[in-house]
């Protein structure tokens, strides 16, 4: 159990349209990062905010942006979907001097049709 | 593009046998981190290396940092159906854009 939780677990989305994904991140820690898990592949980062800023990013497109709140949860917004977007998406949280310390939470499940 | 490379991609062996699998980069980092997921999980961190040539041991897991901090390995002793799961290998990049970078994985089953 790492603290970290995201919302929703499955998510059915058809192309075209736009998705919101929520985590909640541990206690304590200010920096979240997202990531996008393909079948069968390592994640790939899409990017971290720390203390509600883009702290750095991806090589994934301006249709995925983000926000993180003074509670240091956060959203990654994904517009016009692709069907290339299916895939699990990844919320990890890290303390204030150790952002390559991840605590991960499960993951969403989306879909694209 | 995958900065960090992982060898083997698969591994399938049976209950209480030893294996390694390994973790490479062109370019020296400044940390790397393990971790093991499991299906329909996230990853969970298992140790993070940060001095050339650094080992660390946990229970039966032995994580070893290359001198030249360019490669990493991760041995398992007596290997238990538990130890089934991806490992991934994870590394940092510093300067103005931050980024974090993880290898595709090995995944491992261990056959009871």
């Known amino acids: ?113 | 593009t995958q900065l960090l490379e992982q060898s083997p991609q698969f591994l399938s062996i049976q209950e209480g046998e030893n294996l390694t699998v390994y973790c490479n980069s062109s370019s020296v980092f400044s940390s790397l981190q393990w971790y093991r997921q499991e299906p329909g999980e996230g990853p969970v961190l298992l140790v993070t290396v940060v001095t050339g040539g650094e080992v660390k041991k946990l229970k039966r897991l032995t994580f070893q940092f290359g001198d030249a901090r360019k490669d990493s390995s991760l041995h398992i002793t007596a290997a238990q159906p538990g130890d089934t799961g991806l490992y991934l290998c994870q590394r940092g990049s510093g300067g103005s854009n931050y980024k974090l970078t993880f290898g595709k994985g090995t995944l491992l089953t261990v056959n009871p």
């Open chain 1, 1 to 113: 159990e790492t603290g970290v939780t995201q919302s929703p677990t499955h998510l059915i989305k058809t192309r075209g349209q736009q998705v919101t994904l929520r985590c909640s991140s541990q206690s304590g820690h200010n920096t979240v990062s997202w990531y996008q898990q393909a079948l069968g592949q390592g994640p790939q980062f899409i990017f971290q905010y720390y203390r509600e800023e883009e702290n750095g990013r991806g090589n994934f497109p301006p249709r995925f942006s983000g926000l993180q709140f003074p509670n240091y949860s956060s959203e990654l917004n994904v517009n016009a979907l692709e069907l290339d977007d299916s895939a699990l998406y990844l919320c990890a949280s890290s303390p204030e001097l150790a952002k390559n310390i991840q605590y991960f939470g499960a993951g969403t499940r989306l879909s694209v049709l």
